[in-house]
């Protein structure tokens, strides 16, 4: 069995127990050196100089990530007026940010376009009200060549049940609107969905978009979207996604239609989770355990208003048991439900699944907890928010973002 935090040397030479007393618990604790590592990998994706990647910030927006993700050389998408704020406060330049919005108003829309970024636009309504708003400027579209994919329904993007993208049907009109509006169509880009293991996907969508982007003289960039994989069931041996043979495969893509169409023009992908998941555990305290009909309950503070993946998708995240500051492997095990401290009995993090014994008092930690962790979660019920800790490379510690107070409940009143 493997166990991430040992393999890793995650903490460093933190104990679990000394960074709950320190910080409170829940606590979301970031490993720099892995996300670094993560960075760099994608960032070499593909060897090529008009390659680049941009790190789409939903997965994760907190400042000092996004500093750390800068430096590495990555650019950034954002969803929001709000991402784009942050993004600005983290020091990326105006062009290194691409806004790759969904039903926006225009007064968002102007929010980009004031500050000169990018916007891509995903329906035919969407850009006659950008064309009326900001004629004569450039533009990029959002197109949906019809595949799919994704660990969960809810977020498969691309396909033909996804409310994402403008259908390759449309391309005529969007053909008309941008000549109306004196547009010029700058770029098109897509995202196929969220998690996959497998690189067959998306280089078919990438094979796609190329054959549609030869009907777009004027344009300068691609971008192929996010969604590559993580293993998040490490425990049972699953491996990471091929990572080179994927950039190998895609180089050969690129290279051959850049060649074919003497076209020199930039090319993106947007990964969140694969820079930023592996690099945080969450950690959380056993208050108690209970045994209902047969069931055994482990109850925790690990609710889903800190972690809402495995509420909201059924997702796997390995759990470590650290009891004494010592990671407990040994047998015997048990098949417990580990649960959170919300008013709702769909607060389950972890269902019938064997793990060691696990007791009051002890520690859990939530591995893999770094993608779309802290960025989801939320004040229900009025439960704070957790801190974030970053363990940095040379061993040292730094808040990097506060707990919620008292006092932060109250904003706004
Ligand atoms: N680009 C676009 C346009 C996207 O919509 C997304 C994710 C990404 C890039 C980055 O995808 P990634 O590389 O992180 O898979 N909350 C869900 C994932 C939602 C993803 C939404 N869009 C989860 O926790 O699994």
């Known amino acids: 069995m493997e166990y991430f935090s040992e393999k890793t040397n995650f903490f460093k030479h933190h104990k679990p127990s ?103 636009i995903d329906s035919l309504s969407q850009l006659r009200l950008y064309g009326e708003n900001f004629p004569n400027s ?94 998040y069931k490490k425990q049972e041996g699953q491996q990471p996604l091929e990572l080179v043979q994927f950039g190998k495969d895609l180089k050969l893509i690129l290279s051959k239609w850049q060649q074919d169409n003497s076209r020199n023009i930039i090319f993106r992908c947007e990964p969140g989770r694969f820079v930023v998941a592996e690099s945080a555990i969450l950690l959380g305290r056993v208050y108690a355990k209970k045994s209902n009909y047969n069931k055994i309950f482990i109850g925790t503070d690990l609710g889903f208003s800190v972690l809402i993946r495995p509420a909201m998708y059924g997702s796997h995240h390995d759990i470590e048991v650290y009891r004494q500051n010592k990671l407990v492997k040994e047998k015997p095990f048990e098949s417990v439900n580990i ?39 939320s004040n229900y019920n009025n439960r704070m928010r957790p801190a974030e800790v970053l363990i940095k490379c040379d061993g040292s510690l730094k808040l990097i973002r506060k707990r919620d107070t008292y006092e932060d409940l109250l904003r706004g009143f």
């Open 18 to 120: 000394d960074l709950l007393l320190k910080y409170g618990s829940p606590l979301y604790v970031y490993n720099e050196s892995i996300l670094r590592e993560r960075a760099k990998q994608i960032r070499q994706l593909v060897d090529m100089p008009n390659f680049e990647v941009s790190y789409s910030i939903k997965a994760n927006s907190n400042l000092y990530i996004l500093k750390i993700l800068k430096e590495e050389g990555l650019h950034a998408d954002a969803m929001s007026d709000g991402e784009i704020f942050v993004l600005e406060k983290s020091g990326y330049d105006k062009d290194h940010i691409f806004f790759v919005c969904n039903n926006v108003s225009a007064e968002e829309m102007k929010y980009a376009v004031d500050r000169g970024i990018m916007v891509s």
């Open 138 to 231: 450039k533009v990029s579209v959002r197109l949906n060549p019809g595949i799919g994919a994704g660990h969960h329904q809810k977020v498969v993007t691309g396909g033909k049940t996804t409310k994402f993208g403008i259908n390759l049907d449309k391309i005529t009109e969007i053909i008309e609107i941008s000549k109306k509006y004196n547009l010029k169509i700058a770029g098109i880009n897509q995202h196929i969905g969220s998690l996959f293991m497998s690189s067959t996907e998306y280089l078919r969508g990438v094979n796609e978009l190329l054959q549609t982007a030869l009907i777009f003289k004027d344009i300068e960039f691609i971008d192929f979207g996010g969604g590559f994989g993580i293993p």
């Open 339 to 377: 649960t959170g401290n919300i008013c709702e009995s769909g607060d389950i993090l972890v269902e019938e699944r064997e793990l060691p014994v696990i007791m009051e008092e002890d520690i859990i930690g939530v591995m893999d907890a770094g993608a779309y962790g802290y960025s989801m979660s």
